[in-house]
């Protein structure tokens, strides 16, 4: 692929990483709902999956893991894995998401290629932002920006480095950490491109309801017109 292509590509993403962006946890979702619960989540507004497992065999990783990319794809859905550059060849993953201790971003993009999609998670730290811009990340994850029932230890971050960082950087950002329909209009306005949830969607009775929700607080009028990654079927 040629530097311009290339490009194109990246510029898609950036259109496409925009709105709700869903988490499974394998204690919300346990065995068969996983497949049903995340349905439920991309008929409410999903635009992106990230299959997050860490508990599970290597082969029920990749089962569950193909299943969810043949359902995002299915419905146009981006599809992530966590942590798992491995797990993201074999289940055919649209990219992954790193977080700072699971290995460099260079490495993932040259077992990936230049078309997978690859997060990394930044804290509240514009160093870390900086270093992952240039390293070619195609967006990062701030947070924690409220309570977090996943990960109550992480660091907090505020509103304020959020609008600093939406100065600094024009890679889309991904807010995280205990958001709900109640708090998470105030990280669009300040510069979230997408909402990183998952005790909001998945934690809930109507999870459908509760992604709607979130889907809905980036409003019509903030989105652009065509937000949809077409991803390629590699059944």
């Known amino acids: 692929m040629n530097s311009n292509d290339s490009q194109n590509v990246h510029a898609a993403y ?3 990483l925009h709105g709700l962006y869903a988490i499974t946890d394998p204690k ?3 065995g068969e709902t996983l497949l049903s619960g ?3 989540a991309i008929a409410g507004g999903a635009k992106v999956i990230q299959y997050r497992n860490k508990t599970a065999t290597v082969a029920r990783q990749q089962e569950e893991a193909t299943a969810l990319r043949k359902l995002c794809h299915q ?3 981006i599809f992530l894995v966590n942590d798992d550059v491995q797990l993201c060849l074999k289940s055919g993953a649209d990219g ?3 977080g700072q201790q699971d290995g460099k971003l260079a490495d993932a993009r040259h077992r990936l290629g230049s078309e997978a999609i690859i997060g990394v998670t930044c804290h509240d730290s514009e160093t870390m932002v900086s270093t992952a811009e240039r390293a070619g990340a195609d967006y990062v994850a701030l947070g924690r920006f409220f309570p977090s029932q996943t990960k109550p230890e992480a660091p ?8 600093q960082i939406r100065q600094q950087t024009s890679l889309p950002i991904v807010a995280i950490g205990g958001i709900t329909e109640n708090n ?3 990280l669009i306005s300040a510069g979230a491109d997408m909402l990183a949830v998952i005790h909001g969607v998945f934690g809930q009775k109507n999870i459908r309801q509760h992604a709607s929700a979130l889907h809905d607080l980036f409003g019509q009028a903030n989105e652009p017109k065509d937000t949809t990654l077409h991803t390629t079927s590699r059944d």
């Open 14 to 16: 950036s259109a496409a």
């Open 28 to 30: 919300l979702l346990p």
């Open 38 to 40: 995340v349905a439920l």
């Open 75 to 77: 419905h146009n859905v």
């Open 96 to 98: 992954v998401h790193l």
């Open 156 to 163: 907090a971050a505020s509103i304020a480095i959020l609008k």
């Open 184 to 186: 998470g209009r105030q």
